[in-house]
């Protein structure tokens, strides 16, 4: 089992409309982040948390320490919103980054 | 500021070679770290410095090395190349040994 599993696999949504992927881990974490990948390859990281919640336009990111569970939402979806999202924790004492499988989301317009 | 930058972005090598990739980090990052993304397994960790010191090491063979200049500036080099390393391999810099990751565009290695 990965320690670090990311729902839904897929998701395709219609522009405007709010969206919701999750990230549960098994392993203690330091930090968790929230990476945004688009088609070709390039990473963008949108969030590096340990603890409760952060906002960025219309993208929020949170994290419940206690049931090793994190959200990322978007709201107000737009198609240019559309790639690989990947949830990656960072175990306590380690620096060995465990990766999600990822979530490619789909905004139609 | 510049960002991240490596090179080579594109690298067609044969098994049994060895190639070595470089890896710039934005000015005045301390942590460089690198990834290996696949579309079977997805994104892995190969291993992270700090100031010149390899930190931790991700669960690959010892033909994968790196190592980190004074400058921050870093190379991982793959020996005995096999067919299974043909992936993107990406690398990140962050201020803080626990922080933001900036990653660069990535090196794409084919082997045939």
């Known amino acids: 089992k990965n320690e670090v599993e990311q729902s839904p696999q897929n998701l395709t949504a219609q522009e405007g409309e709010f969206i919701t992927i999750n990230c549960s881990y098994s392993?203690?974490?330091?930090?968790l982040h929230w990476l945004q990948q688009h088609p070709g390859g390039g990473i963008v990281s949108l969030f590096m948390?340990?603890?409760g919640k952060k906002k960025h336009g219309r993208l929020i990111a949170t994290i419940n320490i206690q049931e090793k569970h994190s959200s990322l939402h978007i709201t107000a979806s737009h198609p240019r919103d559309s790639a690989v999202y990947i949830c990656?924790?960072?175990?306590?004492?380690?620096?060995?980054?465990?990766f999600g499988a990822g979530t490619r989301l789909t905004v139609k317009p | 500021k510049a960002g991240v930058t490596q090179t080579p972005r594109y690298l067609i090598k044969t098994r049994g070679q060895q190639v070595t990739l470089s890896c710039s980090p934005i000015?005045?990052?301390?942590?460089v770290s690198w990834y290996q993304q696949t579309p079977g397994q997805g994104l892995q960790f190969l291993f992270e410095?700090?100031?010149?010191?390899?930190?931790n090491k991700g669960n690959f063979p010892g033909r994968f090395s790196g190592r980190q200049f004074s400058n921050s500036r870093s190379e991982m080099n793959v020996s005995t190349l096999e067919l299974g390393d043909s992936a993107l391999y990406l690398c990140?810099?962050?201020?803080?040994?626990?922080?933001?990751?900036?990653f660069g565009s990535g090196t794409q290695l084919s082997v045939l």
């Open positions: 000015s005045g990052h301390r942590s």
């Open positions: 990656a924790a960072l175990p306590v004492n380690n620096n060995d980054m465990r």
């Open positions: 410095y700090f100031s010149e010191t390899q930190r």
């Open positions: 392993v203690g974490i330091s930090a």
């Open positions: 948390l340990s603890s």
């Open positions: 990140a810099s962050s201020l803080a040994e626990v922080g933001k990751l900036f």
